[in-house]
């Protein structure tokens, strides 16, 4: 194990070459737990320096060989519903019909329409709508204590503008345990980020982790994830969140670094739209975890990818995607020329 020490900003470590476990040592203590809060009370959700120390193991310190299936893992997808239609239709129409035991969504307002399509793998949080750090992380804490419920292995979750390729997903789990500590996902940043953790009696100190963006998706063993539970089950989810006053996704980061000790294995077959989507080569498309859509220093921001639909019948290039991931789909037939 190769082992260096990093204080400050002065890590500027390039995203590309973060292939390794990053583990996050807080020299300060660490909060005492609180109460918990079970799962499945959803309707009861509310609307000096630190240093870095990273260990740099061997990747195949963590393959294994196993017969998951996808029934071991809990996919959750984060939705609001100004985005049933315009957003959540796409991936019903795709990725989740291929997946759809396995997929939960969760959202913020009843939705008759959401709900015949997936029944009782819809769940409506009563979290508030907007796109605040604290109404994000009410969402992620449902989702957590959904997948505590489940008893389920892996733990993943998706944002609602993200094409999860089953099949790689399954791939990429099975070269790991559940039974060990795992935290996959894509940093955003090249840098660890910066935040001030509050203490009582109006004090606060300076914390340095590591992130997945949940924009790119991210998955979670259930070993690391019992130990998350005094900071990230139910209320203690919100009350973590509000300890550093950052989103759900940074906030899953913090706990699994500064308090659980965990570590993030950085790979790059999970995307979002924060990265240039167009220079994933066509050939490598089918290859990867996830994708997304969107918009990229004020353009548009797909994948490139020919067939069967035009930009304009398929703006995302998610319909046409799943059509090369699943020709057999029956609107891919009908598709002109496929």
């Known amino acids: 194990m190769l082992t260096f020490l990093l204080a400050g900003c002065a890590s500027h470590l390039p995203v590309a070459s973060q292939y390794f476990p990053i583990t996050c040592t807080c020299l300060a203590g660490s909060s005492s737990p609180l109460s918990l809060w079970k799962f499945p009370r959803l309707h009861q959700y509310p609307s000096g320096l630190l240093s870095l120390r990273l260990s ?40 989740i019909s291929r997946a ?59 944002d609602d503008d993200n094409y999860l390729n089953p099949r790689a997903l399954l791939k990429l789990l099975s070269s790991y345990s559940a039974t060990w500590d795992i935290y996959l996902g894509k940093p955003s940043l090249n ?30 063993s259930r070993k690391l994830a019992s130990k998350m539970v005094p900071w990230a089950s139910g209320r203690n989810f919100l009350s973590t969140s509000e300890l550093i006053r950052l989103p759900d996704d940074c906030t899953v980061g913090y706990i699994i670094e500064c308090k659980v000790g965990g570590q993030l294995l950085p790979n790059p077959l999970f995307h979002s739209h924060l990265e240039n989507l167009q220079l994933i080569p066509a050939s490598l498309l089918t290859q990867q975890v996830t994708l997304s859509y969107g918009t990229f220093e004020n353009k548009l921001n797909v994948i490139e990818l020919s067939g069967p639909f035009s930009p304009q019948e398929d703006p995302s290039r998610f319909r046409s995607l799943h059509c090369h991931l699943y020709p057999d789909t029956s609107w891919c037939l009908q598709a002109v020329g496929w």
């Open 100 to 158: 759809r035991e396995q997929t939960y969504v969760f959202t913020d307002e009843e939705d008759d329409a959401l709900k015949r399509r997936m029944g009782d793998h819809v769940i409506f949080t009563s979290c508030s709508a907007e796109h605040s750090h604290l109404a994000l992380s009410c969402k992620m804490a449902a989702e957590f204590d959904a997948f505590l419920a489940s008893g389920r292995s892996w733990f993943c979750h998706l």
């Open 56 to 95: 740099v193991h061997s990747p195949e310190g963590y393959r294994t060989e196993g017969s998951l299936t996808l029934g071991d893992i809990f996919i959750a997808v984060k939705t609001t519903k100004r985005f049933h239609q315009s957003r959540m239709e796409l991936l019903l129409d795709t990725w």
């Open 191 to 220: 840098r660890p980020i910066w935040a001030s953790e509050i203490l009582p009696n109006n004090q606060t100190k300076s914390v340095h982790f590591w992130f997945a963006t949940g924009g790119a998706g991210f998955c979670i």
